[in-house]
């Protein structure tokens, strides 16, 4: 079995989850056949940046993405974007594909989407690992901000 800071991390929250090792995919279209999921169960997790060194993790449903008005009205910020891969990775420890917040290096804050219940697969840290978790356990041992900030693909 693989050996992550973020499988590390879940087993000592003492949530309810299953690692899902899958191999490597393209594509969350890809994740989710490999996990044996709905596309819409495959949590992304992207780091976006509201300002110089202001850092936080959205929590996007596969089959979403990221609504950039919805999101700058609940930050209450005029412009955002995504962080670079360089910044995201000094400021999580993984690499974009594998960003996770599960043992991130630093605890940016969460805002996960609205459209988030049920089985919530979300990476594990590593390529081809997933943690299988329920979406309201994983949204209360982040302590994330629940808010609608997505629109369907």
């Not at 690692?19 to 044996?36: C, D, F, I, L, W």
Request: net charge negative; hydrophobic share 45%; proline share 3%.
């Amino acid at each position: 079995m693989v050996d992550t800071p973020a499988l590390r991390a879940v087993k000592e929250s003492g949530l309810n989850h299953e690692v899902v090792e899958y191999g490597q995919v393209g594509s969350v279209e890809e994740a989710a056949v490999a996990r044996g999921i709905a596309v819409n169960r495959v949590i992304k997790t992207i780091v976006v940046r509201r300002g110089e060194g202001d850092l936080l993790m959205v929590l996007v449903p596969g089959d979403r993405v990221i609504d950039w008005a919805k999101l700058r009205q609940v930050c209450g910020v005029s412009r955002m974007s995504l962080a670079s891969a360089e910044e995201a990775l000094v400021a999580t420890g993984y690499e974009p594909g594998t960003i996770t917040p599960f043992g991130s290096i630093t605890a940016l804050p969460v805002i996960a989407d609205a459209s988030m219940n049920g089985l919530a697969s979300i990476g594990g840290g590593a390529h081809g690992v997933a943690i299988n978790v329920d979406a309201e356990e994983l949204i209360g041992f982040l302590g994330a901000r629940v808010e609608d900030v997505t629109r369907v693909i």
